[in-house]
C-alpha cells in the first residue's frame, strides 16, 4: 500500500495528461476469501430474502501502478487491472473459484 502523500505529483500529473488510446494498466497480486456463515449486522447467520449465506472477498494487493490508479481516480478515467490471483493461497475452496471465473464471463 502506498500513502497518496508518498505518490510523486509529476508523475502523477504526467498520467493525467497522457493522449493514450489505451487505459493504462496496473499489476496486482490476489486472493480470494470466502467466510462462512455470513454473519449479519444483527449477529444472525439468517440468509434472509437475499440467500446471503457467506462472505466474498477478491482481494487485490497493487503492486505496480499506484500512479496510474491516484491520476485514473482524479480524472475518472478508466483504468485496467492485470491481476494474478494466487489460487492456493486464498482461504476459497476449488469450486467457489470456479464460481467465480464463472461469474466474470
Request: some cysteine.
Amino acid at each position: 500500500m502506498e500513502s497518496i502523500r508518498a505518490l510523486d505529483p509529476r508523475t502523477i500529473d504526467e498520467y493525467r495528461g497522457a493522449k493514450e488510446t489505451l487505459a493504462p494498466t496496473g499489476v496486482s497480486i490476489s486472493i480470494i476469501d470466502v467466510r462462512s456463515p455470513a454473519v449479519l449486522m444483527d449477529g444472525s447467520t439468517n440468509p434472509g430474502p437475499y440467500g446471503i449465506h457467506s462472505h466474498w472477498c477478491w482481494g487485490h494487493l497493487l503492486l505496480d501502478g499506484h500512479h496510474k490508479v491516484r491520476a485514473a481516480s482524479l480524472t475518472g478515467r478508466p483504468l485496467t487491472l492485470l491481476s494474478f490471483t494466487a489460487i492456493g493461497e486464498g482461504v476459497a475452496r476449488r469450486n467457489e473459484i470456479e464460481q467465480l471465473v464463472e461469474l466474470l464471463r
